[in-house]
C-alpha cells in the first residue's frame, strides 16, 4: 500500500485551475444549435470553463465573406449570433482564425465532413480587409474593453499537411498579414499562433516574430498522448502502452521554455487523438485526465480539453449515445466519468500543499480550498498510471464527491 504524508501548515504553491481556461468544440456552425448551446452552458456552470475555442469560423456555412456577381459580400450575422450566446452565459471566446473563406481560397483543397477549405489566399488584401472588418465589426458591437479579453490564433495545426501545404514559410506569411492586419484595428488586442500540432515549430516561431518584430502576445500549440507513438492503425492502447510516463508534462515544459516567457496555451488536447475511442466514454479517461492536469497545471496558462461535447460533425455525427467521441458529454447530454473528474476538480481549491511519498505507480495530490468556491476544507487527489484513479473533495460545509473504477 503506498502512503503518501502532508503537512497542513507548510507553505502552499498556486493551483491555477489551467484547464478551466478554454474548451474545445468542432465547429463553429455548431454553436447555433440549440442542444449546443444547452450543453456549453451545463460545462460553464458545473466545470468553470471560461473560453470556447472551434474552428471554421471563416467558413462555410457562416459565410463571412462571399462574392457574387463579382462583388464582396459580408455578413457576420451568424458569428454575432455565435458571440452574443457566449457573452450571454458569461463566456468569451478564444478566437481561430479559420479556415480560408472558398471565395479567396487559391485552391479546392479541404478538410473534415463540413468541407472547409485550407488552401493559401489567392491574395492577402482581400483576406485582410475580411480581418480588419471583422474584428471592426465586434468592437463596434461589444466593446473595445470586452474584445480585448478575447485571444485571436492564426489558422490551426499548419504543420500538417492535412490543413494546408504544411511549410512552415506559408504560415509564417499568414500569421504577419494576420497580425498586421489585428494591430491594425487595435494594437491592444492579443494575437497568438502558430497553433500547431505536437508542440511543433515553436522555437522557430519565435525566432521568426523576433527577427520580423512580429507581436505575439501568446504562443498556442496542441498535445495528445499518443501523437507519434505506435505505428499508423495501432489503437490507443497500443499506443499509450509505446509512450512514455509523463510525456504531456514533458512537452509542456519543452513548450513553456521555447516560449521564451511568453504565456502559453494549449488549444487542443485529450486522452488521444482517435475520434472514436470507447476508452473517452469510460472510467480510464477520467483517472488519465485528471493526472495530466494537475500535472502540467503550473506549466502552462490554459489546457483546452477536445472537446465539451459529441455534437461534433469533423467526419460524420453517429446517432448512438455512446460512441467515443472527444466530448465530456454525449450527445443526449449525459455526463462521461471524465466530465464528472472534471466536476470534482473545479471543485479543489487553489493551493497546493507539499505531499512526500513516491511510488511507481501512485500519485497524490493535496490542496487547499480557502478562498475558492464553497471554501473550507482540503481537496485530496489520487492517481494511478494504470487508468484506476479516485478523487475526493471535502469543504466545510460537508459536501463530498468521489469516482473511482
Not at 458569461?90 to 487559391?106: T, Y
Request: proline share 4%; hydrophobic share 40%.
Amino acid at each position: 500500500m503506498p502512503k503518501f504524508t502532508c503537512k497542513f501548515t507548510e507553505e502552499t504553491t498556486p493551483l491555477r485551475h489551467v484547464w478551466e481556461h478554454t474548451v474545445g468544440s468542432g465547429h463553429a456552425a455548431l454553436a447555433l444549435r440549440a442542444d449546443w448551446q444547452t450543453q456549453l452552458t451545463r460545462a460553464h456552470r458545473e466545470l468553470g470553463f471560461r473560453y470556447v475555442r472551434f474552428h471554421g469560423l471563416l467558413s462555410h456555412p457562416m459565410d463571412a465573406l462571399i462574392c457574387q456577381n463579382n462583388k464582396w459580400l459580408y455578413s457576420f450575422f451568424n458569428c454575432d449570433q455565435v458571440f452574443d450566446f457566449l457573452l450571454s452565459i458569461g463566456m468569451k471566446p478564444f478566437v481561430e482564425l479559420s479556415f480560408m473563406p472558398e471565395a479567396l481560397a487559391s485552391g479546392s483543397q479541404t478538410v473534415y465532413h463540413y468541407r472547409a477549405n485550407v488552401d493559401p489566399p489567392k491574395g492577402f488584401n482581400q483576406r485582410d480587409t475580411l480581418i480588419r472588418k471583422l474584428v471592426r465589426h465586434w468592437i463596434d458591437r461589444y466593446g473595445l474593453a470586452e474584445v480585448k479579453e478575447w485571444f485571436f490564433e492564426v489558422w490551426n495545426e499548419p504543420n500538417l499537411d492535412y490543413f494546408g501545404t504544411g511549410q512552415q514559410k506559408d504560415y509564417f506569411k499568414l500569421y504577419r498579414a494576420t497580425v498586421e492586419a489585428i494591430k491594425g484595428v487595435d494594437s491592444s488586442l492579443r494575437v497568438g499562433g502558430p497553433a500547431t500540432a505536437k508542440s511543433a515549430w515553436i522555437a522557430d516561431f519565435v525566432e521568426f516574430i523576433d527577427k520580423k518584430k512580429l507581436p505575439a502576445d501568446f504562443i498556442s500549440t496542441h498535445q495528445y498522448p499518443t501523437d507519434a507513438f505506435g505505428k499508423p492503425g495501432d489503437d490507443t492502447v497500443t499506443q499509450l502502452a509505446k509512450g512514455r510516463r509523463g510525456v504531456m508534462k514533458e512537452s509542456a515544459q519543452d513548450a513553456h521554455r521555447e516560449a521564451g516567457g511568453r504565456p502559453l496555451y494549449y488549444t487542443e488536447w485529450c486522452t488521444s487523438s482517435n475520434p472514436r475511442d470507447t476508452l473517452h466514454d469510460q472510467p480510464f479517461a477520467a483517472a488519465f485526465a485528471t493526472n495530466i492536469v494537475l500535472s502540467v497545471d503550473s506549466v502552462v496558462d490554459g489546457y483546452a480539453w477536445w472537446t465539451f461535447s459529441d455534437i461534433f460533425n469533423e467526419n460524420y455525427m453517429p446517432s448512438v449515445p455512446f460512441q467515443g467521441g472527444f466530448g465530456l458529454l454525449s450527445i443526449h447530454n449525459i455526463a462521461k466519468p471524465v466530465y464528472r473528474a472534471f466536476e470534482l476538480l473545479h471543485r479543489l481549491g487553489a493551493k497546493q500543499l507539499i505531499v512526500d511519498g513516491l511510488h511507481d505507480t501512485v500519485r497524490a495530490w493535496v490542496v487547499r480550498s480557502e478562498g475558492r468556491g464553497r471554501g473550507g476544507g482540503v481537496g485530496r487527489v489520487a492517481w494511478r498510471c494504470d487508468g484506476v484513479g479516485r478523487v475526493d473533495v471535502d469543504d466545510s460545509h460537508g459536501q463530498r464527491g468521489a469516482f473511482a473504477s
